[in-house]
């Protein structure tokens, strides 16, 4: 099945922000969460975390004004908010493992229907693994957020009903966020909370490895 009309990272990151409430400690995965950043308004306070050691991170910097000593974990260069902190690497992963962020928002290979996450490895035998900071993320943070394409670059469902990659953790995503739809994990299943214009829900079911409830299911 083709499907003309999804939504953009830009758009995706976008909507991942409005969700995102005041007073928040976020932590944003390497790769597309980083772009939420660049949308959260300016008079909510939020409280951006980076595994390398920064807390209170701002938008990326206008070209030519980048700080080379001043990143996030993905070699990003970020700016730091007034009131922004260094600290050590240990004492930011002490933050992750001790349950003092509110959410995180990763990307992933796939996601299962009760919440299960594998974003680090393929399983391939060429493929570089990358867990970073993932597992302690998803185990330490009080919601998870995952952020991806819908579908893989050949058109499989990154939504399953049960992961084929090595898991990150399990049953840790509360949301997920998609180029066709924001759905929530639930003890039901998974729920459609929104679609892009013009799609229906037999369009998204056609694509996704997992059954999907209708908004009021």
């Known amino acids: 099945m083709t499907i003309t009309s999804r939504f953009t990272r830009d ?4 909507r991942v922000a ?5 007073g928040a400690y976020v932590n944003l995965g390497i790769g597309l969460p980083t772009k939420v950043a660049n949308y959260l308004p300016p008079e909510r306070e939020v409280f951006l975390h980076s595994e390398n050691g920064l807390l209170g991170m701002g938008p990326a910097p206008a070209p030519g004004e980048e700080d080379e000593d001043l990143i996030n974990a993905g ?3 970020v700016t730091l908010l007034p009131g922004g902190a260094y600290f050590h ?12 962020l509110d959410i995180c928002v ?5 996601v299962s229907h009760t919440g299960d996450l594998a974003n680090w490895h393929t399983g391939a035998p060429d493929a570089i693994p990358a867990v970073g900071g993932a597992m ?5 943070a009080k919601q998870v957020f995952v952020m ?12 399953v009903e049960r992961c084929t990659y090595p898991l990150t953790g399990v049953e840790c995503v509360s949301r997920i966020y998609t180029d066709l739809a924001v759905l929530d994990v639930t003890p039901a299943g998974l729920r459609v909370r929104e679609m892009v214009p013009g799609l229906t829900l037999a369009d998204l079911q056609a694509v996704t490895a997992a059954p999907l409830l209708a908004p009021n299911e």
Do not use: V, Y
Request: glycine share 10%.
């Open 11 to 14: 758009q995706m990151a976008a």
């Open 75 to 77: 070699k990003q260069p």
């Open 18 to 22: 409005r969700d995102i409430p005041e």
């Open 136 to 140: 302690d993320l998803a185990i330490g």
């Open 106 to 110: 990763l990307g992933a290979f796939q």
């Open 89 to 100: 690497h240990a004492d930011s992963f002490a933050m992750m493992r001790g349950g003092h």
């Open 148 to 159: 991806m394409e819908h579908q893989t670059k050949t058109g499989e469902s990154k939504i």
